[in-house]
């Protein structure tokens, strides 16, 4: 079981910045972001895989969001810039061993004021 607790979010205004942290209790295969707005599905953010390097994202966030991660910390962040209003929604940690995302963090808020 790998426990893993987010921080960093927060009120900021639109065009800030905010960088998301997540400090993860063992290593996994790979680990990524989910964000969850009001009324909305979880829809997936960005995941890096720990022995490449290799990072994903959503199309969207493409430019604006970098993930990276600390190995020896066992950490991974979620850098977040020229933030809009939609990007308002709760922020997930997640891990996977290979297949689903099997642990997940218990959220950090993060709102942007217009």
């Known amino acids: 079981q790998v426990q893993l607790v987010e921080s960093g979010g927060g009120l900021v205004q639109a065009g800030g910045s905010l960088r998301l942290s997540c400090a993860a209790s063992?290593?996994?295969?790979?680990m990524g972001w989910f964000r969850q707005a009001p009324g909305q599905e979880r829809d997936f953010v960005a995941s890096i895989i720990w022995s490449g390097s290799s990072t994903y994202y959503a199309d969207s966030l493409k430019g604006r969001f970098t993930i990276s991660r600390d190995n020896a910390k066992n950490t991974v962040f979620l850098q977040m810039n020229s933030l809009k209003p939609e990007d308002t929604a709760v922020y997930y940690c997640a891990a996977s061993n290979g297949g689903t995302w099997e642990f997940w963090g218990q959220g950090t808020q993060v709102t942007v004021s217009s």
């Open positions: 063992g290593r996994t295969f790979k």
